[in-house]
């Protein structure tokens, strides 16, 4: 009877084990939906503010670069289809950032100018908004291709 005992128990062990491991796999499962669920949810409340500001004003287009993971702040790639002056990057760069994160509470987004001959892409400017920090990180390249940063406290 001893034996038939340690059986029992050792059955029951395992069942214990298994369902544990169950509950612990459908947990892992849940929470790789409900994360994709508010990812494809945050991706679809910031799309369309500054995307639309953007189509409607005929500035360029939008695309959005999104891991999927839902952890890292979504970003967007600007594409101007005309040169932008280099006189004019930062300011169009400072403004740009500044309705990214009043419509979207975007934070990083860089501007490029796709040459229609060449095809080939010229990055303009990159910024970088913290919004504990109230501050904006622009790099922005003149016509020789040096980058340039500047720092500034924002207030939006």
Same mark, same amino acid.
């Given at each position: 009877?001893?034996?038939?005992?340690?059986?029992?128990?050792?059955?029951?062990?395992?069942? =214990?084990?298994?369902?544990?491991?169950?509950? +612990?796999?459908? &947990?892992?499962?849940?929470?790789?939906? =409900?994360?994709?669920?508010?990812?494809?949810?945050?991706?679809?409340? /910031?799309? /369309?503010? %500054?995307?639309? =500001?953007?189509?409607?004003?005929?500035?360029?287009? @939008?695309?959005?670069?999104?891991?999927? *993971?839902?952890?890292?702040? &979504?970003?967007?790639?600007?594409?101007?289809?005309?040169?932008?002056?280099?006189?004019?990057?930062?300011? %169009?760069?400072?403004? &740009?950032?500044? @309705?990214?994160? +009043?419509?979207?509470?975007?934070?990083? @987004?860089?501007?490029?100018?796709?040459?229609?001959?060449?095809?080939?892409?010229? *990055?303009?400017?990159?910024?970088? =908004?913290?919004?504990?920090?109230?501050? +904006?990180?622009? @790099?922005?390249?003149?016509?020789?291709?040096? &980058?340039?940063?500047?720092?500034?406290?924002?207030?939006?």
């Amino acid at each position: 009877m001893h034996t038939t005992d340690v059986k029992r128990r050792k059955a029951r062990s395992q069942v =214990y084990l298994a369902i544990a491991i169950a509950v +612990l796999a459908l &947990m892992m499962l849940g929470l790789y939906a =409900y994360m994709r669920q508010v990812a494809a949810a945050r991706a679809a409340a /910031h799309k /369309h503010s %500054f995307y639309e =500001y953007v189509v409607t004003h005929h500035i360029g287009q @939008l695309t959005d670069i999104d891991t999927g *993971t839902g952890i890292e702040p &979504m970003s967007y790639v600007l594409t101007l289809g005309h040169p932008l002056p280099v006189d004019q990057r930062l300011s %169009f760069a400072v403004e &740009m950032a500044r @309705l990214y994160a +009043l419509y979207d509470h975007g934070q990083s @987004l860089t501007i490029v100018f796709a040459d229609p001959a060449t095809k080939r892409q010229q *990055t303009l400017a990159e910024t970088q =908004y913290d919004a504990q920090a109230r501050q +904006l990180t622009v @790099l922005w390249a003149d016509d020789q291709g040096s &980058m340039h940063t500047v720092k500034q406290p924002v207030n939006w």
